[in-house]
């Protein structure tokens, strides 16, 4: 039928039309149920439709139909396009079998089956178009269908996958802890190789300090024991040394008392034995003091029991001699009364007492020397013992304080000026300066740090006085311990106290009264018995110490009277190098000419006097030399040639040491028309170091 072969190209030009070549979204599910609503109502004819139908009933416009149904196919297709999207091709299989379904859906859907509008054309157009709606729907379900599986094979894809993932990565974790684990675990192992290695060999060195320190323990044991050993010999041996020197004590004593009867009987013996009596107690003395010395801890020496054996020889002597002389006087006085006899029988005159005549004595006052220091001396002597004792008046108050601040102030300052002295050496000359600073600004009233503090003369109203008193006192003191024991020593005191004499004269006035207190020979001044003066007092007058009425020994005594005078004369010819003055000497070489002469002025003393000259021209002779030249050689021949022999005339057989140093020196520098200088005197090159 012609009008059936139109229906068939309507609807090949609606399926070729823009609407039929339509594709369904594929995100058709989000837009809700408003798209499958129209796939599910029962189809429905336009207003259009109509005019299609009269257009196609009528025989003459059947040639047309093709014509006029494309722009109404193209009107229906622009007023219902649906938005293009792409979608993925559909399996091939699955597209077989909607085509078989959509075939079946056909073949039902045959116009005999359908039913039959007013038209029949208009029905047949009806169900074409319905048929091919289903046939869309169903090929839109399929489709969605198939992307739900696909989703769904996607989302296992993608879970499969990523659980994969998670799997490789806890793998990868794993992998890293175990790495992570064996090499914490090779590290370790490693450390505890290294520190057991480590202990290895800190226990070696332990074993190795340990027999060393056994060695050595062994070593100290045995050292011990061998000195311990020599000790307990050099006691055996001091305790037959101290038997040895008893026996030789009680000997001693024995023979001195031999003495005493014919002392006491002089007048009958007709003989003066006091030099006999004096020389043993000397002899007895010089034993008892190496007896003390023992008995207060030292060990006897051997050079000790020589001394006490040469002085039981001497005493020895000494007896042996008295009894010479006594019996050569008995001889004579036997001769004598025998003359006397003969005489008296051929005169038959009338008996007269004859006195033998007594042995000559050694004169003790020689004409044209003085037995005592010169006025002017003593005038000088006691103008600076004057001047001291108002300096300790002055400071009773600070020296007697019960305040605690007080006498704390007073500890602080003495130690203040007196340990720098202590610390006086020739090391080198910036330490004497620095000493030599320290108490200079200490006397000028500047804060000197001390023990950690300040410390200042104006923390007491009589702090200057105070330091001006116990500085001197420690120069003397210094002399008499430190110089006594090391000769060299007096020279860098000396310059210091040279330094401080020429800035601070009060110093200076004090340091000489506290000299002459300990030492009178360095005015000179001998001390004179005065009655009722007690025996001990009359020994300090002189210089020697007494304590619990022991008189110290002569050797002790010598050795303190030579170390001040030695310190004394070194501060006469030493002067401080960096003073600003540019006077004299504070105390120059003119009061070592007047000491020289006074005490050639002087009776010599036995020991003392030879001893005191050797130690002040050995330190002072270079300088007089350079000075007086011709009248200070004219001096050392008077005491070779006038005063020797008073001195040789006062001294006894066991005192004859020190006039025999004393004569070699002066026999050897008039030999060589020269004074060396002094051992440890500082030379210009000293001061630049």
Request: charged share 30%; proline share 4%; glycine share 4%.
């Amino acid at each position: 039928m012609p009008a059936e072969d139109k229906r068939w190209e309507t609807l090949k030009a609606l399926r070729n039309s823009k609407k039929g070549r339509l594709t369904y979204d594929t995100s058709w599910l989000e837009d809700g149920e408003d798209i499958l609503e129209q796939c599910q109502s029962s189809p429905k004819l336009s207003v259009t439709s109509a005019w299609v139908l009269d257009h196609l009933s009528q025989p003459e416009t059947q040639s047309n139909a093709t014509e006029n149904l494309t722009p109404l196919v193209n009107c229906l297709a622009g007023n219902d396009q649906l938005p293009e999207k792409s979608i993925p091709s559909p399996d091939p299989r699955t597209e077989e079998e909607n085509n078989n379904n959509v075939q079946q859906l056909v073949e039902e859907l045959t116009p005999e089956r359908a039913f039959l509008l007013l038209s029949p054309e208009a029905t047949q157009i009806e169900g074409y178009v319905k048929m091919y709606e289903t046939v869309h729907k169903i090929k839109g379900q399929s489709e969605l269908k198939h992307r739900q599986e696909l989703q769904q094979k996607i989302v296992h894809d993608l879970s499969t996958s990523s659980t994969e993932q998670m799997k490789r990565f806890e793998e990868s974790l794993e992998l890293k802890q175990r790495q992570e684990y064996e090499e914490m675990r090779d590290m370790m192992e490693k450390g505890s190789l290294e520190a057991r290695g480590r202990q290895e060999k800190l226990k070696e060195e332990h074993r190795r300090k340990a027999k060393n320190m056994n060695l050595k323990l062994r070593e100290a044991e045995q050292q011990r024991l061998r000195q311990k050993e020599l000790e307990h010999q050099r006691q055996a041996e001091s305790r037959d040394r101290l038997r040895k020197l008893n026996a030789i004590q009680a000997e001693v004593l024995h023979l001195n008392m031999q003495i005493e009867p014919y002392l006491k009987q002089k007048d009958l013996v007709g003989l003066d034995l006091s030099e006999y009596s004096n020389r043993g107690n000397q002899l007895c003395s010089l034993v008892s003091g190496v007896i003390k010395l023992t008995s207060e801890g030292g060990l006897l020496q051997q050079e000790d029991m020589l001394n006490a054996e040469r002085a039981l020889l001497q005493m020895r002597t000494l007896i042996a001699a008295m009894h010479e002389k006594i019996a050569a006087v008995a001889a004579e006085k036997r001769r004598i009364k025998e003359e006397e006899e003969k005489a008296l029988q051929k005169k038959q005159e009338v008996k007269t007492e004859i006195v033998p005549p007594a042995p000559q004595q050694k004169p003790t006052h020689r004409e044209g020397l003085q037995l005592k220091a010169d006025s002017t001396i003593l005038e000088w002597y006691q103008r600076l013992q004057d001047i001291c004792n108002q300096c300790a008046a002055s400071i009773n108050d600070l020296n007697n304080s019960k305040d605690s601040k007080v006498k704390k102030i007073k500890m602080d300052l003495q130690k203040t000026a007196t340990i720098p002295v202590g610390q006086i050496s020739s090391v080198a000359a910036s330490h004497l300066r620095e000493i030599f600073d320290k108490i200079n600004n200490l006397l000028l009233g500047k804060q000197i740090s001390s023990g950690g503090k300040l410390v200042s003369i104006s923390q007491h109203p009589q702090g200057q006085e105070f330091v001006y008193y116990k500085l001197a006192e420690k120069f003397v003191k210094q002399g008499e311990e430190e110089v006594a024991s090391h000769h060299e020593a007096a020279f860098p005191i000396a310059v210091v106290a040279s330094g401080i004499w020429e800035s601070h004269p009060k110093v200076g006035d004090i340091f000489l009264a506290h000299l002459h207190r300990k030492c009178p020979y360095a005015v000179p001044f001998f001390p004179s018995w005065k009655d009722g003066l007690p025996k001990e007092e009359y020994q300090r007058l002189l210089g020697y110490r007494v304590q619990e009425n022991c008189v110290e020994q002569q050797d002790n005594f010598l050795k303190r009277m030579s170390g001040m005078v030695r310190l004394y004369a070194a501060i006469i010819v030493s002067r401080w190098p960096y003073g600003t003055k540019q006077g004299e000497h504070p105390h120059d070489l003119n009061h070592a000419w007047r000491w020289l002469a006074q005490m050639l002025n002087m009776e010599p003393l036995a020991d003392v006097t030879a001893t005191l000259l050797f130690d002040f021209l050995e330190v002072c002779g270079h300088a007089l030399m350079l000075k007086y030249q011709n009248q200070f050689w004219k001096m050392i021949r008077l005491i070779m040639i006038e005063y020797f022999p008073r001195i040789e005339a006062v001294t006894g057989s066991g005192q004859v040491g020190a006039v025999i140093r004393l004569r070699q020196f002066l026999e050897k520098c008039l030999k060589q028309k020269d004074f060396p200088l002094p051992k440890g005197y500082l030379k210009p090159a000293f001061w630049k170091s």
